[in-house]
């Protein structure tokens, strides 16, 4: 939970919105991994697929959180789909940075906590599991073409926007309401 909240976060609740619609009009239903089926198919993938453990470390855990391989937001627009969630336990969940601090691909954060937990010889295993996950199978991620990835950017980008600015103008409407009604 935030403790400060700013435009920017609900600008990015909004991203991550559109991000889950889009996923779910590939998918072709809801995918609220919250409740219900959509539920059990995260549990699916995570018992079924990963085998109770963590895609990245290979830890078994019963506190396994949903990790999106592209990620959810708006620097790698990935969708809220079954074939972009895996299981991760909560510190493989932290996505690492580069040394420019932006977010590293799922690919290279796999090899990082490889190399990190001295196990590279099962970098490649890993990655091949987590490219089947997403690839093949009922669970298989919608292969965007350039345009529609195009057209997710900008349209999130729009959208991140468009939030941001409609916060600051419900501010400064207040603060003008404030000043002519409440403080006189």
């Given at each position: 939970?935030?403790?400060?909240?700013?435009?920017?976060?609900?600008?990015?609740?909004?991203?991550?919105?559109?991000?889950?619609?889009?996923?779910?009009?590939?998918?072709?239903?809801?995918?609220?991994?919250?409740?219900?089926?959509?539920?059990?198919?995260?549990?699916?993938?995570?018992?079924?697929?990963?085998?109770?453990?963590?895609?990245?470390?290979?830890?078994?855990?019963?506190?396994?959180?949903?990790?999106?391989?592209?990620?959810?937001?708006?620097?790698?627009?990935?969708?809220?789909?079954?074939?972009?969630?895996?299981?991760?336990?909560?510190?493989?969940?932290?996505?690492?940075?580069?040394?420019?601090?932006?977010?590293?691909?799922?690919?290279?954060?796999?090899?990082?906590?490889?190399?990190?937990?001295?196990?590279?010889?099962?970098?490649?295993?890993?990655?091949?599991?987590?490219?089947?996950?997403?690839?093949?199978?009922?669970?298989k991620y919608p292969e965007l073409n350039e345009a529609e990835q195009?057209?997710?950017?900008?349209?999130?980008?729009?959208l991140y926007d468009n939030i941001k600015t409609e916060n600051d103008?419900?501010?400064?409407?207040?603060?003008?309401?404030?000043?002519?009604f409440v403080k006189k």
């Amino acid at each position: 939970m935030a403790v400060y909240n700013t435009s920017s976060d609900s600008a990015n609740t909004a991203i991550r919105a559109f991000l889950t619609k889009v996923g779910e009009h590939y998918w072709g239903k809801s995918f609220n991994t919250g409740s219900g089926k959509s539920k059990k198919i995260f549990e699916k993938i995570k018992d079924e697929v990963f085998g109770g453990k963590c895609a990245y470390c290979g830890s078994k855990s019963n506190k396994l959180q949903i990790e999106h391989l592209i990620m959810f937001n708006r620097a790698q627009y990935g969708l809220h789909h079954p074939g972009n969630v895996v299981p991760a336990c909560q510190a493989c969940n932290k996505r690492r940075r580069d040394e420019f601090s932006n977010y590293l691909n799922w690919e290279d954060h796999l090899e990082q906590i490889c190399r990190e937990k001295d196990e590279l010889n099962s970098f490649f295993d890993r990655k091949k599991k987590i490219q089947n996950h997403m690839s093949k199978g009922e669970f298989k991620y919608p292969e965007l073409n350039e345009a529609e990835q195009h057209a997710i950017r900008v349209i999130a980008s729009s959208l991140y926007d468009n939030i941001k600015t409609e916060n600051d103008k419900a501010l400064k409407m207040y603060q003008e309401l404030d000043r002519a009604f409440v403080k006189k």
